[in-house]
Antibody, heavy 118, light 107 residues
Framework: QVQLQESGPGLVKPSETLSLTCTVSGYSISSGLYWGWIRQPPGKGLEWIGSIYYSGTTYYNPSLKSRVTISVDTSKNQFSLKLSSVTAADTAVYYC???????????WGQGALVTVSS | EIVLTQSPGTLSLSPGERATLSCRASQSVSSSYLAWYQQKPGQAPRLLIYGASTRATGIPDRFSGSGSGTDFTLTISRLEPEDLAVYYCQQYGSSLTFGGGTKVEIK
């Protein structure tokens, strides 16, 4: 059973880089699956940020692509999100998620609230 | 980018009633790439349906999905109190997008 847990700073200053890590348990990242990030501003809907295949191939939301980097660290069984030049509009609960297909997500983390504020 | 429009915004029904949720796409979506999620208050989304009509593991058979092209439907045949949630459709084409959600309230 794949289990996911997000971690990282809960507060980031405007113009800085948001960094989150998702720790995977119950499954080896290097064995396969797609690993993704989705966010949800408070009281609003879901927005896909991007995904990475275990081999390293990345897929990004075109609207965020210029600011997003998703990477995998197989030695730690983790994958990470970096979002640069953040503004208050990037305040959201950030979820990491996974599935064997890129087209949907079966496994989800519990979510991590990140607030962008000075 | 494919835009998904969900209706109604809110659905208020009594236990045992049938709920019909609509998801309309701005252009044709492959049925293979259409999914539905349930998000209860304070929780992460849960995958209900993938491939437009296949129930995910552990999902009760009162949940069913149908549709093709630009019109898709999630049906909850007999509402139960624990079905209180926001339901999202999602597609994957050249990118992945979610609909705005339908909130299901239980009277």
């Amino acid at each position: 059973q794949v289990q996911l847990q997000e971690s990282g700073p809960g507060l980031v200053k405007p113009s800085e880089t948001l960094s989150l890590t998702c720790t995977v348990s119950g499954y080896s990242i290097s064995s396969g699956l797609y690993w993704g990030w989705i966010r949800q501003p408070p009281g609003k809907g879901l927005e896909w940020i991007g995904s990475i295949y275990y081999s390293g191939t990345t897929y990004y939301n075109p609207s965020l692509k210029s600011r997003v980097t998703i990477s995998v660290d197989t030695s730690k069984n983790q994958f990470s999100l970096k979002l640069s030049s953040v503004t208050a509009a990037d305040t959201a609960v950030y979820y990491c998620a996974s599935d064997g297909r890129i087209s949907w997500y079966y496994y989800w983390g519990q979510g991590a609230l990140v607030t962008v504020s000075s | 980018e494919i835009v998904l429009t969900q209706s109604p915004g809110t659905l208020s029904l009594s236990p045992g009633e049938r709920a019909t949720l609509s998801c309309r796409a701005s252009q044709s979506v492959s049925s293979s790439y259409l999914a539905w999620y349930q998000q209860k208050p304070g929780q992460a989304p849960r995958l209900l349906i993938y491939g437009a009509s296949t129930r995910a593991t552990g999902i009760p058979d009162r949940f069913s999905g149908s549709g093709s092209g630009t019109d898709f439907t999630l049906t909850i045949s007999r509402l139960e109190p624990e079905d209180l949630a926001v339901y999202y459709c999602q597609q994957y084409g050249s990118s992945l997008t979610f609909g705005g959600g339908t909130k299901v309230e239980i009277k």
